[in-house]
């Protein structure tokens, strides 16, 4: 029976772990869309109304990534990016962050890089696309289109004017192969698997590199890294 599963699953687009929580009030589409991720996933999932009601995990205790998926149009905005801050902590975890349900010119893209958000699922986006998506953002990477993040990149300063940045030099060995994990999509167990050290020692080097760097959480340092480093 096992290997029969397996086998149905093989030709899937499959993350070895991870969980999706759908939050937002309209939970009968919700429910449908995380039905109809489980199936193409393969992952496990839970709707909820609001940030709140989901109870967060030991991010040092699990080294299962969650993806929380938020509903642009069944959330308060205003609140959102406060209360992602308060999840997604420095250093931090297993914890990503996505909107979805978002009009393609909603202009939401750069306040949601700026806030640590790893993608944006488009309200015109075929289901296929967004299991994909989903998929990707669980193994570290982005789902922006490219647009956003050239539009993003020129405006916050383009690879050709600042190809080196001056906080390099402040960097050190460890510090530099932190950024290097993270612009990779490695969480902060898999970066202290690699290396050899504690998850605590790279919460630290992390947190430092956050200061020099002045970045608030991984999407800034990765896309900081890709930049300079």
């Given amino acids: ?3 029969k599963r397996r086998s149905k699953q093989a030709g899937r687009t499959l993350v070895p772990n991870g969980v999706i929580n759908i939050v937002g009030r309209n939970m009968l589409q919700n429910q449908l869309l995380l039905s109809f991720m489980k199936k193409q996933t393969g992952l496990k999932g839970s709707c909820f109304p609001k940030l709140e009601s989901i109870t967060q995990i030991d991010a040092y205790e699990s080294a299962i990534p969650q993806l929380l998926i938020m509903d642009s149009k069944h959330i308060d905005m205003k609140n959102l990016w406060n209360a992602i801050q308060k999840w997604g902590c420095p250093n931090s975890s297993p914890y ?3 909107l979805c349900n978002v ?3 909603s202009g939401l893209e750069k306040i949601a890089i700026d806030n640590g958000l790893q993608g944006i699922f488009y309200n015109n986006a075929p289901l296929q696309l967004i299991s994909k998506g989903i998929c990707a953002i669980l193994r ?3 789902w922006y289109s490219r647009k956003a ?3 993003y ?3 916050t300063g383009s690879f050709a004017n600042a190809s080196i940045h001056p906080i390099t030099s402040n960097l050190t060995d460890r510090e530099k192969q932190m950024l290097a994990g993270i612009a990779s999509g490695y969480t902060s167990k898999a970066i202290a698997d690699e290396l050899g050290i ?3 020692t790279v919460k630290a080097h992390i947190y430092n590199v956050y200061k020099k760097i002045n970045v ?7 896309l900081w890294a890709t930049k300079y480093l």
């Fill in 153 to 155: 990149l020129l405006e």
């Fill in 96 to 98: 990503f962050f996505a």
């Fill in 140 to 142: 570290g990477d982005l």
């Fill in 198 to 200: 504690s998850i605590h």
């Fill in 1 to 3: 029976m096992h290997s």
């Fill in 216 to 222: 608030r959480n991984r999407l800034q340092a990765s």
């Fill in 149 to 151: 993040l050239k539009e």
């Fill in 103 to 105: 009009e393609p010119d």
